[in-house]
């Protein structure tokens, strides 16, 4: 919880004018997401610090929904079933993946408190998605090389505000990106 105070403050000084700084005068860089920085900034420089402060909460919340609904789409297409007690059994799995999803204590707890987990979750669940249903076919363009270039395109613009919103992602990046790649 203390990250988002501290990042808020950076955020309040920024959009003040003074930089993003702890302490006016003082060149330290004390936040950890640059993404969630200027997130923060925006919302603050056109709600107020109350109100953009909370608008950083809703965030955290509308992010929760849409990792229920990407970790479920992610779930759903990874399972053909092709009898009907198979259907049912997906059907309870991913009841179960959803609940599962949906009470994920860290994920709820950090991302209501403002903190960058939601928003990280989201990115990282959407590439995922973006990963698996453009190699399913899903997307349909004329053209596969345009195709593959405008997935390509946006899973680098996804995978750059991974790393802006935790430097420590670019595990995952380069874990991604092998995996991609090979």
């Not at 930089?19 to 006016?24: A, E, K, L, Y």
């Not at 923060?40 to 929904?65: D, E, Q, T, Y």
């Not at 979750?121 to 053209?143: K, M, P, W």
Request: aromatic share 12%; hydrophobic share 50%; with cysteine.
């Amino acid at each position: 919880f203390d990250d988002a105070m501290i990042t808020a403050r950076h955020a309040q000084n920024m959009v003040d004018g003074n930089g993003p700084v702890w302490n006016i005068g003082e060149r330290i860089e004390g936040y950890s997401s640059p993404s969630m920085l200027f997130i923060m900034a925006g919302l603050i420089s056109i709600f107020g610090s109350n109100i953009g402060l909370l608008a950083v909460k809703l965030i955290g919340i509308i992010c929760l929904l849409i990792n229920i609904f990407l970790v479920i789409k992610i779930f759903v297409s990874q399972i053909n079933p092709k009898t009907e007690d198979q259907k049912q059994k997906r059907d309870f799995l991913v009841l179960s993946v959803g609940i599962l999803t949906m009470f994920w204590y860290p994920n709820i707890f950090w991302s209501i408190m403002g903190m960058e987990t939601g928003i990280l979750t989201t990115f990282v669940l959407l590439s995922v998605y973006i990963a698996i249903f453009h190699d399913n076919g899903t997307f349909t363009e004329e053209d596969p090389q345009t195709k593959k270039t405008t997935v390509n395109i946006w899973l680098a613009i996804l995978l750059s505000i991974i790393v802006l919103t935790r430097m420590e992602s670019f595990i995952f990046v380069l874990v991604f990106m092998t995996l991609r790649l090979s």
